[in-house]
Protein backbone atom coordinates (compact mmCIF):
# COMPACT_ATOMS: atom_id res chain seq x y z
CA UNK A 1 0.00 0.00 0.00
CA UNK A 2 1.00 3.50 -1.10
CA UNK A 3 1.16 5.99 1.68
CA UNK A 4 0.89 9.68 -0.34
CA UNK A 5 -0.93 12.13 1.54
CA UNK A 6 0.14 14.30 4.90
CA UNK A 7 -2.69 12.76 7.00
CA UNK A 8 -2.33 9.22 5.40
CA UNK A 9 1.55 9.03 6.45
CA UNK A 10 0.91 10.64 9.71
CA UNK A 11 -1.36 7.87 9.90
CA UNK A 12 1.04 5.16 8.61
CA UNK A 13 3.55 6.32 10.91
CA UNK A 14 1.22 6.09 14.29
CA UNK A 15 0.48 2.70 13.10
CA UNK A 16 4.29 1.43 12.55
CA UNK A 17 6.91 3.92 13.36
CA UNK A 18 7.96 2.79 16.84
CA UNK A 19 11.45 5.02 16.73
CA UNK A 20 11.96 6.38 20.19
CA UNK A 21 12.53 9.93 19.47
CA UNK A 22 8.35 10.02 19.17
CA UNK A 23 8.11 9.54 22.81
CA UNK A 24 10.54 11.87 23.72
CA UNK A 25 8.38 14.51 20.78
CA UNK A 26 5.21 13.39 22.63
CA UNK A 27 6.47 13.66 26.38
CA UNK A 28 5.60 17.32 27.87
CA UNK A 29 8.63 16.72 30.10
CA UNK A 30 11.16 14.88 28.02
CA UNK A 31 10.52 17.47 24.83
CA UNK A 32 10.98 20.66 26.85
CA UNK A 33 14.91 18.79 27.59
CA UNK A 34 15.48 18.16 23.98
CA UNK A 35 14.02 21.80 23.39
CA UNK A 36 16.45 23.21 25.63
CA UNK A 37 19.29 21.23 24.58
CA UNK A 38 18.91 22.00 20.92
CA UNK A 39 17.89 25.84 20.93
CA UNK A 40 18.54 27.49 24.57
CA UNK A 41 16.14 27.48 28.14
CA UNK A 42 15.25 30.89 26.85
CA UNK A 43 12.62 29.60 24.35
CA UNK A 44 10.73 28.00 26.76
CA UNK A 45 8.26 29.02 29.26
CA UNK A 46 8.72 29.25 32.60
CA UNK A 47 7.75 25.91 35.08
CA UNK A 48 5.92 27.10 37.93
CA UNK A 49 4.92 23.67 39.35
CA UNK A 50 5.09 19.21 38.53
CA UNK A 51 3.04 17.01 40.12
CA UNK A 52 1.66 13.33 39.95
CA UNK A 53 -1.32 13.76 41.64
CA UNK A 54 -3.58 16.96 40.88
CA UNK A 55 -4.69 17.22 44.06
CA UNK A 56 -1.15 17.83 45.56
CA UNK A 57 -0.75 21.09 43.17
CA UNK A 58 0.78 24.10 45.67
CA UNK A 59 -2.96 26.09 44.34
CA UNK A 60 -2.43 29.13 46.92
CA UNK A 61 1.22 29.35 45.40
CA UNK A 62 0.09 29.73 41.77
CA UNK A 63 0.05 33.82 40.29
CA UNK A 64 -2.97 34.96 39.19
CA UNK A 65 -2.39 33.27 35.38
CA UNK A 66 -1.35 29.61 34.08
CA UNK A 67 -1.59 27.34 32.27
CA UNK A 68 -1.68 23.76 33.22
CA UNK A 69 -1.29 20.71 30.85
CA UNK A 70 -1.86 16.98 31.48
CA UNK A 71 1.51 14.87 30.10
CA UNK A 72 -0.21 11.83 28.91
CA UNK A 73 -2.22 13.11 25.86
CA UNK A 74 -2.77 15.42 23.77
CA UNK A 75 -4.83 18.26 24.90
CA UNK A 76 -6.05 18.54 28.62
CA UNK A 77 -5.51 22.09 29.28
CA UNK A 78 -7.00 24.40 31.68
CA UNK A 79 -5.95 28.79 30.95
CA UNK A 80 -6.41 30.84 33.78
CA UNK A 81 -6.48 34.32 32.67
CA UNK A 82 -5.27 37.36 34.25
CA UNK A 83 -8.29 38.39 36.42
CA UNK A 84 -7.79 41.69 34.85
CA UNK A 85 -8.75 40.48 31.23
CA UNK A 86 -11.41 37.80 32.08
CA UNK A 87 -14.28 38.81 30.80
CA UNK A 88 -16.17 36.68 33.05
CA UNK A 89 -17.07 33.93 30.14
CA UNK A 90 -15.57 30.46 31.12
CA UNK A 91 -15.29 28.51 27.38
CA UNK A 92 -15.06 25.00 27.39
CA UNK A 93 -13.89 22.66 24.60
CA UNK A 94 -14.75 19.25 24.87
CA UNK A 95 -13.29 18.29 21.66
CA UNK A 96 -9.47 18.75 22.94
CA UNK A 97 -10.66 19.52 25.55
CA UNK A 98 -9.08 23.08 27.13
CA UNK A 99 -10.91 25.17 29.68
CA UNK A 100 -10.51 28.28 29.26
CA UNK A 101 -11.63 30.59 33.00
CA UNK A 102 -9.47 32.58 35.83
CA UNK A 103 -8.41 31.33 38.63
CA UNK A 104 -10.24 33.75 40.44
CA UNK A 105 -13.14 31.71 38.96
CA UNK A 106 -12.42 28.34 39.51
CA UNK A 107 -11.33 26.36 43.22
CA UNK A 108 -8.88 24.04 43.36
CA UNK A 109 -11.37 20.80 43.87
CA UNK A 110 -13.06 21.94 39.92
CA UNK A 111 -9.62 22.24 39.10
CA UNK A 112 -8.28 18.76 40.24
CA UNK A 113 -11.80 17.19 38.73
CA UNK A 114 -11.33 18.75 35.26
CA UNK A 115 -7.40 16.38 35.10
CA UNK A 116 -9.17 13.54 37.31
CA UNK A 117 -11.95 12.94 34.96
CA UNK A 118 -9.65 13.24 31.77
CA UNK A 119 -9.83 10.04 30.09
CA UNK A 120 -6.97 7.92 31.02
CA UNK A 121 -7.57 5.66 27.49
CA UNK A 122 -6.42 8.28 25.15
CA UNK A 123 -4.69 5.89 23.34
CA UNK A 124 -7.50 3.71 22.58
CA UNK A 125 -10.44 6.21 20.98
CA UNK A 126 -12.90 4.91 18.19
CA UNK A 127 -12.23 6.59 14.77
CA UNK A 128 -8.20 6.96 15.13
CA UNK A 129 -5.55 5.02 15.51
CA UNK A 130 -3.64 5.13 19.06
CA UNK A 131 -1.08 7.76 19.24
CA UNK A 132 1.20 4.73 20.97
CA UNK A 133 3.85 7.29 21.69
CA UNK A 134 2.22 8.21 24.47
CA UNK A 135 1.56 4.80 26.29
CA UNK A 136 3.20 4.03 29.18
CA UNK A 137 4.52 7.79 30.02
CA UNK A 138 4.52 9.21 33.42
CA UNK A 139 1.10 10.87 34.27
CA UNK A 140 2.02 14.52 35.19
CA UNK A 141 -0.06 17.82 35.67
CA UNK A 142 2.69 20.89 34.84
CA UNK A 143 1.75 24.38 35.25
CA UNK A 144 3.27 27.23 33.50
CA UNK A 145 3.15 30.31 32.66
CA UNK A 146 0.68 31.96 31.19
CA UNK A 147 2.00 33.45 27.74
CA UNK A 148 -0.41 36.52 27.35
CA UNK A 149 0.75 39.85 25.24
CA UNK A 150 0.58 43.37 26.84
CA UNK A 151 -3.21 43.63 27.11
CA UNK A 152 -3.28 39.96 28.68
CA UNK A 153 -4.77 38.12 25.99
CA UNK A 154 -4.22 34.79 24.27
CA UNK A 155 -1.20 35.10 21.45
CA UNK A 156 -1.74 33.56 18.39
CA UNK A 157 -0.28 29.95 17.56
CA UNK A 158 2.42 29.21 14.91
CA UNK A 159 3.05 25.91 13.65
CA UNK A 160 5.86 25.18 11.52
CA UNK A 161 5.39 22.37 9.48
CA UNK A 162 8.75 20.50 8.71
CA UNK A 163 9.76 18.08 6.42
CA UNK A 164 13.50 16.74 6.50
CA UNK A 165 14.24 20.22 7.98
CA UNK A 166 13.25 22.45 6.46
CA UNK A 167 9.78 25.11 6.68
CA UNK A 168 7.08 24.72 4.18
CA UNK A 169 4.10 26.08 5.52
CA UNK A 170 2.72 27.83 8.64
CA UNK A 171 -0.44 26.94 10.28
CA UNK A 172 -1.72 30.06 12.40
CA UNK A 173 -4.65 29.20 14.62
CA UNK A 174 -6.66 32.34 16.24
CA UNK A 175 -7.39 32.22 19.67
CA UNK A 176 -10.87 31.89 21.00
CA UNK A 177 -12.00 31.78 17.58
CA UNK A 178 -12.48 28.89 15.33
CA UNK A 179 -10.51 29.93 12.33
CA UNK A 180 -7.34 28.76 11.03
CA UNK A 181 -4.69 30.26 7.98
CA UNK A 182 -1.91 28.98 6.42
CA UNK A 183 1.52 30.47 5.01
CA UNK A 184 4.11 29.79 3.23
CA UNK A 185 7.34 30.12 4.97
CA UNK A 186 7.71 33.56 2.63
CA UNK A 187 4.41 34.58 4.32
CA UNK A 188 2.00 33.95 1.24
CA UNK A 189 -1.57 33.44 2.62
CA UNK A 190 -2.39 29.91 0.84
CA UNK A 191 -5.92 29.43 -0.50
CA UNK A 192 -6.25 26.11 1.90
CA UNK A 193 -8.12 24.82 4.83
CA UNK A 194 -6.97 22.27 7.69
CA UNK A 195 -10.05 21.30 9.55
CA UNK A 196 -11.07 25.20 10.40
CA UNK A 197 -12.61 27.92 8.56
CA UNK A 198 -9.91 30.44 7.10
CA UNK A 199 -10.01 34.25 8.69
CA UNK A 200 -11.38 37.11 6.46
CA UNK A 201 -7.73 38.96 7.90
CA UNK A 202 -4.56 39.71 5.87
CA UNK A 203 -1.91 38.73 9.22
CA UNK A 204 1.37 41.09 9.08
CA UNK A 205 3.89 38.40 9.61
CA UNK A 206 5.97 38.04 12.80
CA UNK A 207 8.62 40.73 12.95
CA UNK A 208 11.51 37.98 13.95
CA UNK A 209 9.63 35.27 11.42
CA UNK A 210 13.65 34.45 10.51
CA UNK A 211 14.25 33.60 13.70
CA UNK A 212 11.23 31.67 14.33
CA UNK A 213 12.18 29.66 11.27
CA UNK A 214 15.51 29.52 11.87
CA UNK A 215 14.30 27.94 15.56
CA UNK A 216 12.45 25.32 13.66
CA UNK A 217 14.36 23.71 11.30
CA UNK A 218 16.82 23.41 14.45
CA UNK A 219 14.70 21.55 16.11
CA UNK A 220 13.49 19.79 13.41
CA UNK A 221 16.86 18.78 11.70
CA UNK A 222 17.65 14.98 11.30
CA UNK A 223 13.71 13.92 11.21
CA UNK A 224 11.94 13.17 8.27
CA UNK A 225 8.61 15.26 9.50
CA UNK A 226 7.81 17.35 12.43
CA UNK A 227 5.49 20.38 13.29
CA UNK A 228 7.37 23.02 15.36
CA UNK A 229 4.48 25.16 18.03
CA UNK A 230 5.65 28.76 18.57
CA UNK A 231 4.26 31.23 20.24
CA UNK A 232 5.41 35.23 19.85
CA UNK A 233 4.61 37.70 22.39
CA UNK A 234 5.55 40.69 21.63
CA UNK A 235 8.56 39.66 20.36
CA UNK A 236 9.51 37.08 22.65
CA UNK A 237 9.79 33.97 20.61
CA UNK A 238 8.35 30.61 22.81
CA UNK A 239 8.16 26.93 22.18
CA UNK A 240 5.34 25.47 22.97
CA UNK A 241 5.03 21.83 21.98
CA UNK A 242 6.85 19.72 19.24
CA UNK A 243 4.20 17.41 17.06
CA UNK A 244 4.40 14.27 15.68
CA UNK A 245 0.89 13.43 14.76
CA UNK A 246 -0.42 16.46 13.84
CA UNK A 247 -4.59 16.01 14.85
CA UNK A 248 -3.92 12.24 14.66
CA UNK A 249 -4.09 12.30 10.62
CA UNK A 250 -7.74 13.31 10.81
CA UNK A 251 -7.91 17.37 10.07
CA UNK A 252 -9.52 17.73 7.06
CA UNK A 253 -7.51 19.35 4.40
CA UNK A 254 -9.42 21.31 1.35
CA UNK A 255 -8.69 21.47 -1.09
CA UNK A 256 -7.67 17.64 -1.29
CA UNK A 257 -4.66 18.25 -3.25
CA UNK A 258 -2.70 20.26 -0.52
CA UNK A 259 -2.83 16.86 1.19
CA UNK A 260 -1.44 15.05 -1.37
CA UNK A 261 1.48 18.11 -2.52
CA UNK A 262 2.32 18.27 0.97
CA UNK A 263 2.53 14.27 1.44
CA UNK A 264 5.27 14.01 -1.14
CA UNK A 265 7.38 16.32 1.01
CA UNK A 266 7.76 13.48 3.51
CA UNK A 267 10.65 11.54 2.57
CA UNK A 268 11.32 7.90 4.54
CA UNK A 269 13.69 6.69 2.31
CA UNK A 270 16.22 7.71 5.28
CA UNK A 271 13.91 4.69 7.30
CA UNK A 272 14.46 1.99 5.43
CA UNK A 273 12.04 -0.24 7.81
CA UNK A 274 9.24 2.69 7.15
CA UNK A 275 10.07 2.71 3.21
CA UNK A 276 9.65 -1.15 2.47
CA UNK A 277 6.39 -0.65 4.42
CA UNK A 278 5.55 2.61 2.54
CA UNK A 279 6.46 1.10 -0.92
Known amino acids: MRQKGLNSKIRFRMAYDRREHLRVFASKIESKKFIAQRVGGAYLPTLYQVCQNPRDIAWKSLPDSFVAKASWRSGGTVICLPSNSFDGKVRFDSQFPRLITSKNNMTQEQFTSFFMKLDFDYLWQPGRFPEWAYGGAPRFVLIEEFLGNREGRIPRDYKFFCFSGKVNFI ?8 FRDIYTRDWVKLPVRITYKNSQSKLTPPANLPKMLHLAEILSQGWDFLRVDMYNVDGRIVVGELTCFPE ?3 GKIRPR ?6 GELWDVTGEPHLAEMAS
Do not use: A, C, I, M
Open 171 to 178: QVDFPLEP
Open 248 to 250: GGT
Open 257 to 262: SFDRRW
